[in-house]
């Protein structure tokens, strides 16, 4: 099984410890997004000495602050690490009051352009800005690598816009709550070549009030094959199928 998206540095999780747990789940697979260029350093480092763990390089839409040019350059030569299969996780988030809408935009166009340059997929954030979201990945379309919509939240209605522009879509912990209709009908109708897993952990655990760790990943899986009426083998095998597809530096 794989986790397309958590988040290892300054989570506070115990080493070698955790990953033993989630080996032990049978998580085989872990990548971790980053949301500043030094939690990207770190998750390169991690990813050097865990076999299984590999890392996207980016800056969220919240740790803008000393965003411009070096940290596009810091960023191109984080990604020539053979771990980083990536640029994520990357995008807007409009949650906020008085959000810098402009900058957002602007960081999240660089970013887009440098994972064109690339050749390497993206992980997009993106809460409360959806059409600007769809409005810049569509200045884009055909010319990105892939694209993974990380915890999609817009709900089914919006879900086939994004898959015009071919986009793959990850479910979490979410999913699991007794009051998650829009999350729900949105896995139930994404198609199963374009549906992944993930935990956004330490973030949005499946059980309420815990921390989440990629060891819950069975969970989200199996909770993702009752949704859709499949068996966990169909779902296992087509989530394994489409992250291979998307994450091509994947070995």
Not at 114 to 138: G, I, Q
Not at 153 to 166: D, I, K, Q, R
Not at 214 to 232: D, F
Request: net charge negative; aromatic share 10%; proline share 4%.
């Amino acid at each position: 099984m794989i986790d397309v998206h958590a988040h290892f540095a300054d989570e506070g999780y115990a080493f070698p410890a955790e990953w033993e747990r989630i080996k032990a789940a049978g998580v085989g697979t872990v990548i971790l997004a980053s949301d500043t260029l030094r939690h990207a350093a770190w998750h390169a480092a991690f990813c050097r000495m865990h076999r299984g763990a590999y890392f996207t390089a980016g800056v969220h839409p919240s740790e803008l602050r000393a965003f411009g040019r070096e940290t596009v350059e810091a960023l191109r030569e984080r990604a020539a690490d053979g771990a980083c299969v990536g640029i994520g996780e990357i995008g807007l988030d409009y949650h906020y009051p008085d959000p810098d809408k402009a900058a957002q935009r602007a960081a999240f166009e660089a970013q887009l352009a440098l994972a064109e340059e690339l050749s390497l997929p993206v992980e997009v954030h993106s809460r409360d800005a959806c059409s600007d979201t769809l409005a810049l990945l569509r200045e884009h379309q055909g010319r990105l690598t892939g694209v993974l919509m990380h915890c999609y939240s817009y709900g089914a209605e919006n879900l086939p816009a994004f898959l015009e522009l071919g986009a793959y879509f990850s479910f979490g912990g979410v999913v699991c709550f007794k009051n998650a209709r829009r999350a729900t009908e949105a896995a139930w109708l994404c198609p199963m070549d374009r549906i992944l897993s993930e935990t956004d952990s330490p973030y949005l655990s499946p059980f309420r009030g815990e921390k989440n760790t990629p060891a819950n990943i069975p969970v989200i899986v199996e909770k993702l094959a009752e949704i859709k009426g499949v068996s966990l083998l169909e779902m296992e095998e087509a989530i394994g199928g489409n992250a291979a597809r998307l994450f091509s530096k994947l070995q």
